[in-house]
């Protein structure tokens, strides 16, 4: 991770850690870059936002800083970060950019920027933007006369990726009446549509956007609201996203919460009873639970571990071949079909298994056996420091002799805020939370809070 960027983009709260300057640099830099690669031809980058209100802020600062670069520019409006990539590489755009802040709080944003390839930057490029950003490369030429950029509306590009997503199911989803709580964000423009072009009958909840209600008390990180949704109304399944629909976690028709553990090994089951589980393995994070482990181990399923991050998860992916990876709170991947996690596109991969097995999401859930699981996040002054105090590391070897082969302790530093996470597995949830406790209890007596 850099100074500006973490594992998911330019992050922070607008107007204090991300600032319209930052994005009119950022841009400045994009542009200038990218037309630098082919002198025949104009640099194109698209732009795709979710619904904040601070979205529009910073995508007019960007336009402004790639169009000053030389750079045209073709706006999407308010999408999806996997349509964004989607139209990347299939448009054939030197780069495309997302404004989102993905699951955090309407006051922040962020700039997630993504390759020719479709796939998130390269550590090389944005270790040169930051060097910008801190104006250690000089000046860019600014574009004069005719060589100035400029700005095209590019709706039809979302249109697009709306049609391949219907493309990709392998079934009608008639007779299925399905939830989806689009968190007030991205999907709100997409996720009914591509439903109710399937035939399903669609209910859909926060899908009514203000630009400071994207996920409060909705979408993946407040479950609990579909699961109401869902017993209430009598769906067969319910799909929750996040702010900008690169994340899924499912709902069964007893009001189950089916999380991205639970999806992989449904999915990676299918997958491999079809033979397209490439390498017969699934790609996982650090963060996903034994549980998953144990019922890959009983169904013969390989498995990889990565850092915490679909980036990290993808770069395995398209290193060894792999097919399926993803993590435990939604970001799923299907490498045949897309380059970063997609929710919209999870949630159909769930729907054609449930329909070709003819089978409930219950019934496919319950072949995995959940592991109770702590997950405490702790606001630090230096999440590093807090991190590597001796002290805390201390605690957590002692806490982790004393779970022996029937748990686990991790800690990892958030890649979005001054966060350290806290988890624990365990046979029982008071154990989980009383160790995590012990750790934290640490972290506190050694001054670390904010």
Aim: charged share 25%; net charge negative; proline share 2%.
């Amino acid at each position: 991770m850099g100074k500006y960027f973490g594992t998911d983009g330019f992050r922070g709260e607008a107007n204090v850690d991300l600032t319209v300057e930052h994005a009119y640099q950022v841009g400045r830099f994009l542009g200038w870059y990218y037309g630098q690669k082919d002198s025949d031809r104009r640099c194109r980058v698209v732009i795709g936002k979710d619904t904040r209100r601070s979205s529009y802020m910073f995508e007019y600062s960007l336009v402004s800083g790639l169009t000053a670069s030389g750079a045209d520019v073709y706006l999407l409006h308010v999408t999806t970060t996997p349509s964004v990539s989607y139209v990347v590489r299939t448009e054939g755009f030197d780069c495309g950019i997302m404004i989102s802040a993905s699951h955090n709080p309407f006051y922040d944003n962020g700039i997630k920027v993504i390759n020719e390839n479709g796939e998130k930057l390269e550590e090389s490029v944005i270790e040169k933007i930051e060097c910008y950003l801190d104006g250690e490369m000089g000046q860019i030429p600014l574009a004069r006369g005719e060589h100035i950029g400029r700005t095209t509306d590019f709706a039809a590009g979302r249109n697009r990726y709306i049609g391949y997503l219907i493309s990709i199911a392998t079934r009608s989803f008639k007779n299925m009446k399905v939830a989806l709580d689009c968190a007030n964000g991205s999907a709100s423009a997409i996720a009914k549509n591509v439903f109710d072009a399937l035939g399903a009958e669609t209910h859909v909840i926060n899908n009514e956007p203000n630009g400071v209600n994207i996920n409060t008390n909705c979408g993946s990180t407040h479950i609990e609201y579909l699961k109401e949704y869902v017993v209430e109304k009598g769906c067969d399944v319910g799909f929750a996203y996040d702010g900008d629909a690169d994340r899924c976690l499912a709902v069964d028709a007893e009001g189950n919460l089916v999380d991205g553990d639970v999806i992989m090994y449904i999915c990676g089951k299918y997958m491999k009873e079809q033979g397209m589980l490439p390498h017969n393995t699934v790609v996982t994070t650090v963060m996903s639970n034994f549980g998953l482990y144990k019922a890959f181990e009983r169904e013969g399923i390989h498995y990889e571990k990565t850092a915490v991050g679909d980036k990290y998860v993808y770069e395995n992916m398209s290193v060894y071949g792999h097919g399926l990876g993803g993590e435990q709170s939604g970001h799923i991947i299907f490498s045949k079909h897309a380059t970063t996690g997609d929710g919209i596109l999870t949630s159909l991969k769930v729907m054609e298994v449930i329909l070709e097995k003819k089978q409930t999401l219950k019934k496919l859930a319950s072949e995995v056996s959940i592991y109770p699981q702590v997950l405490k996040n702790v606001r630090v002054k230096d999440k590093k420091e807090a991190q590597d105090d001796p002290a805390v590391q201390a605690e957590v070897e002692k806490v982790a002799k004393s779970l022996g082969d029937n748990g686990r302790i991790l800690l990892r530093q958030s890649g979005t805020e001054p966060v350290v996470r806290v988890m624990v597995e365990a046979a029982s949830l008071e154990t989980c939370g009383e160790c995590a406790d012990q750790v934290i209890k640490v972290m506190k007596e050694r001054g670390h809070f904010d």
